[in-house]
């Protein structure tokens, strides 16, 4: 059973950084894209971040383009968001998600879910 | 950026009836759309993609229609679990691939 599960989040001010992580198991960890998914509070869901399955693309949101950066290290299994000079509207619920895959190609759905972890900018 | 809009906001149903949720997209996306649930405090799960595929696990009472720009998520003989959040996503047009803002569906 494929399993995602998020840590890393908390308080932070603006202008700081902060570093998630995403410990996955249950399927071979480079046979597909992971991303990052999240929702504000009381809004909706908008995807963040594409890591390719064989690490050597990486895709970004415009809100966050420049700020946050996806990896992975493949020895353990684990898939990271570095998130840099954060905002308030960056405070949101933060999924991890294996991505839709068709041969091999990411299709741009999320297959399965973390549970989620918060990330919560103030001063 | 392509808007996803869906309706109605809030679709109150009793157990046991059929649910329909909507999802129109601003532009044609194909048939590149997916459909989530969302319980309380619980992440998304995917229910279908590609329009009209159940993702595994989904039970026969979920099924996705629609193509182009208007989409239907139906629920038939609705059970108490499925009373949550519902939101479809276009990714023909990924990244980003957008979001609806949801369906609340309540008893």
């Known amino acids: 059973e494929v399993q995602l599960l998020e840590s890393g989040g908390g308080l932070v001010q603006p202008g700081g950084s902060l570093r998630l992580s995403c410990a996955a198991s249950?399927?071979?960890?480079?046979?597909?894209?992971l991303g990052w998914v999240r929702q504000g509070p009381g809004k909706g869901l908008e995807w963040v971040s594409t890591l390719s399955q064989n690490a050597d693309a990486t895709y970004y949101g415009e809100s966050v383009e420049g700020r946050f950066s996806v990896s992975r290290d493949i020895s353990t299994n684990i898939f990271y968001l570095q998130m840099n000079s954060l905002r308030a509207e960056d405070t949101a619920v933060y999924y991890c998600?294996?991505?839709?895959?068709?041969?091999?190609?990411?299709?741009?759905?999320?297959?399965?879910w973390g549970k989620g972890t918060t990330v919560t900018v103030s001063s | 950026e392509i808007v996803m809009t869906q309706s109605p906001a809030t679709l109150s149903v009793s157990p046991g009836e059929r649910a329909t949720l909507s999802c129109r997209a601003s532009e044609s996306v194909s048939s590149n759309l997916a459909w989530y649930q969302q319980r309380p405090g619980q992440a998304p799960r995917l229910l279908i993609y590609g329009a009209s595929t159940r993702a595994t696990g989904i039970p026969a009472r979920f099924s996705g229609s629609g193509s182009g720009t208007v989409f239907t998520l139906t629920i038939s003989s609705l059970k108490s679990e499925d009373f949550a959040f519902y939101f479809c996503q276009q990714y023909n047009n990924w990244p980003p691939g957008t979001f609806g803002r949801g369906t609340k569906l309540e008893i």
């Open positions: 998600a294996v991505m839709g895959d068709f041969w091999g190609t990411i299709e741009g759905y999320m297959d399965v």
């Open positions: 249950g399927f071979t960890f480079n046979s597909r894209a």
